[in-house]
């Protein structure tokens, strides 16, 4: 299994938790251009971590697929700006 490790805000990371947040977001930048859509199919699931200690907290998350577009902006989405959207799935692990 392929895993994206990506971290998060408190509040973006316990919405991914408790099932209230189905994507994520990433500005189209030549950084994600290569790590995401390069290599699409290239992952399986994200690991999402709050916070940056060895302690923080981690949640395993299938990724169903990445495209790009408009987000919700109640989610983290920047308003009337395209972005990377990661379609999250079924919640793997803690």
Request: charged share 25%; net charge positive; with cysteine.
């Amino acid at each position: 299994m392929r895993i994206l490790h990506l971290t998060l805000k408190k509040q973006w990371f316990d919405m991914i938790a408790s099932g209230n947040k189905r994507e994520e977001y990433r500005e189209i930048k030549p950084y994600w251009d290569k790590r995401l859509m390069c290599a699409k199919g290239k992952y399986d699931a994200i690991c999402f971590r709050n916070g940056y200690l060895p302690t923080s907290p981690t949640l395993l998350v299938e990724l169903k697929e990445v495209l790009s577009g408009l987000g919700i902006v109640e989610w983290g989405a920047p308003e009337a700006q395209p972005v990377y959207i990661l379609r999250l799935g079924k919640i793997l692990g803690a």
